[in-house]
């Protein structure tokens, strides 16, 4: 298994920019989460999706960012504009039924 | 927030030593997890507790919860150079208990 694969790893942009973050779960899986992880701020929960639709979005810091889960394998984190304090690790993780979650490697995204 | 809070922040001792990790969080949840992340990856699951079990074991992991002190703690025996990383308690707080608050991790290194 390719385990959670996440796109691109590496994201330099420019403020006011429109970011896209990819992620295909583990296949199966049903369960979707995105996080960010900061210094300042540690791990945060930003979504959870269950079956493809958001079962939780109340860790989305505003309304510049949102995600969406087109089908079981693919979902997206946009935000735009994009701001410096969004630099950030972007972590999906992905489960089945159940508690374990499985992390994907990350995006680093930095906002200049 | 239900944010667990690891102690200590970081700990440093010899390969073949134990490493006891703490974690203490402020509501009632329905698991505890542990997860382990090395420098510029993804987290990986390391061992579950659900609330009404009082120890659980995998290898040389062993896990503690209390519910009535709100707090686990996290063995690691016979220490490996391999387990430098940071490791993070995660509590799950919903019903289902798949929604994860993370706490701010213990950075442990083991010297060879």
């Known amino acids: 298994d390719a385990g959670v694969i996440q796109s691109p790893r590496h994201e330099v942009t420019e403020m006011g920019q429109e970011v896209t973050l990819r992620c295909k779960p583990i296949?199966?899986?049903?369960?979707l989460f995105w996080y960010r992880q900061t210094m300042m701020r540690g791990l945060e929960l930003l979504i959870y999706?269950?079956?493809?639709?958001?079962?939780?979005d109340s860790g989305m810091p505003e309304d510049r960012f949102s995600a969406k889960m087109p089908n079981a394998s693919f979902s997206t984190l946009k935000i735009q504009p994009s701001e410096p304090r969004d630099s950030a690790v972007y972590f999906c993780a992905s489960s089945l039924n159940g508690y374990e979650q499985y992390f994907g490697p990350g995006t680093r995204l930095t906002v200049t | 927030s239900q944010q667990g809070e690891e102690d200590p922040q970081a700990l440093s001792i010899q390969e073949g030593e134990n490493a006891t990790m703490n974690c203490s969080y402020k509501t009632s949840i329905n698991n505890l997890q542990w997860y382990r992340q090395n420098s510029g990856r993804g987290l990986v699951h390391l061992i579950l507790?659900?609330?009404?079990?009082r120890e659980k074991h995998s290898g040389r992991l062993r896990v503690t919860l209390d519910t009535s002190k709100k707090s686990s703690s996290l063995l690691i025996t016979a220490s490996r150079a391999a387990d430098t990383a940071s490791y993070f308690c995660?509590?799950?707080?919903?019903?289902?208990?798949?929604?994860?608050?993370f706490g701010g991790g213990t950075r442990l290194m083991v010297k060879p």
């Open positions: 999706f269950n079956n493809n639709v958001p079962i939780d």
């Open positions: 507790i659900r609330s009404n079990e």
């Open positions: 995660a509590t799950g707080y919903n019903n289902a208990g798949n929604m994860l608050t």
């Open positions: 296949s199966g899986h049903n369960s």
